[in-house]
């Protein structure tokens, strides 16, 4: 038997939300767990009295409530039926003075940290200038960024409007990033004109390029100058190709407008 590496404190244990968890379900609905395993036991032979007391202990927020929480097998399985909630409406439901929102690190620049103030004006800003787009609930918007703070969001307004959300990794070729983004039509596309990984710029103006001629669903096309602050539209897009399909193309700071109200679009 390998020997044991770390064993957390009784404080440490104490504190962490499983304890609390572990408590609440005592107070809550007369359960006891003699242990981790005990209580992951009766979550597997109680799919559906486990899976109720997490949105309860969570106190997740719903516009409509569920009839009932799972109904069917996988695959096919359906979750909390009838209810609707809004992802977005969470993540800013607890925002705070008291600790940044995102801290972001990179290769190639100084540290970013946005307040959950900063975050929710830029989450507003960018769910109001999809909505001018004509994006609405249903509609499909896809991102071929690298982990950044822009990626997150457009992320969170995407999901602010009940739009849905995909993306791909900039360090995908064109064909990959086709044959997962043909299969949703997206309206909106977000890209960056290149990235950064162990030193070196990749540069991948000629890959968007590629891939917006072969999405025929896209409407509008944004991209943030990730690397290259002087990155134009020209550079990105000739005239041809832009005077060739009906698409729209845009700068990250083209989409950006006076902080507004955000609003949440529950969705099932």
Known sequence: MNPILWSPSSKFKNSSHLQKYINWLEDQKDLEFGDYNDLWQ???????DFWES???YFDVMAHAPYKRVLSGQMPGAKWFEGSTLNYAEHIFRHQTDDHPAIIFYSERREVVTLTWAELHNEVASMAAFLKARGIKKGDTVAAFMPNIPQATIAFLATCAIGAIWSSCSPDFGASSVVD??????????LTVESYSYSGKIFDKR???REI???LPSLETVIVYPYLETECS???M???NTASASDMRYFLWDDTRSAPSSLEFEPVS
């Open 237 to 239: 897009f000739d005239a």
């Open 54 to 56: 997490i949105w309860q």
């Open 42 to 48: 009766w979550s597997v032979d109680r799919i559906e």
């Open 206 to 208: 000629a890959v968007v």
């Open 180 to 189: 997962r983004f043909a299969q949703i039509a997206p309206r909106v596309f």
């Open 233 to 235: 539209l020209e550079s």
């Open 212 to 214: 917006t001629s072969q």
